[in-house]
């Protein structure tokens, strides 16, 4: 997911790490007049040290297991959201793969949001033995999250999942 902010500042976020270690990654970049092509960052924008004082903030949900970000959203006073996955079981035998949705926030500097959740992280599985992903999220007036995607119950096919987080997560 890739926003650009009326301060010229471009947010996006992705995947850093290897299998079994990746932890969604929010990177806020200085405009710069190259414009923004994926995978890579033109020479003229640089990371801005101003976010989390290396311009990049990481969050990892479950150690040792894959976090996928799928989304994010700025919030009217510049906090931002990222949201999607985090892996909770997998196996080959029977094959075996649970995930939860995730919310992460951040103030606008970077840091994690603590009013948000005790940690400016949250996991979201109401259903045993399910896969719920959020995939986009918009933040209300009031603080409040709106995360959208899927879940699915047993491998029965997808359902919308849409869930409200309260400002404190």
């Known amino acids: 997911s890739v926003h650009a902010l009326a301060s010229g500042q471009i947010l996006a976020t992705g995947f ?3 299998t079994n270690s990746t932890a969604s990654l929010i990177a806020v970049f200085e405009g710069g007049s190259g414009g923004f092509t994926a995978p890579v960052r033109p020479a003229d924008m640089a990371l801005d040290n101003s976010f989390d004082a290396d311009g990049r903030v990481r969050s990892d949900f479950s150690a040792g297991r894959e976090d996928a970000p799928e989304g994010m959203a700025v919030a009217a006073d510049g ?6 996955t985090t892996e909770v079981l997998y196996s080959n035998s029977p094959l075996t793969y649970l995930i939860d949705g995730t919310v992460a926030k951040y103030t606008p500097s970077g840091a994690p949001d603590n009013s948000f959740s005790g940690d400016g992280l949250a996991t979201f599985a109401p259903f045993a033995l399910s896969a719920e992903v959020f995939y986009d999220a918009a933040v209300l007036a009031d603080g409040s999250v709106i995360a959208v995607g899927s879940y699915s119950l047993g491998g029965a096919g997808n359902d919308l999942l849409i869930a409200k987080f ?4």
């Open 166 to 169: 309260t400002p404190t997560g």
């Open 16 to 18: 850093q790490g290897a």
């Open 79 to 84: 906090s931002v959201v990222a949201v999607g």
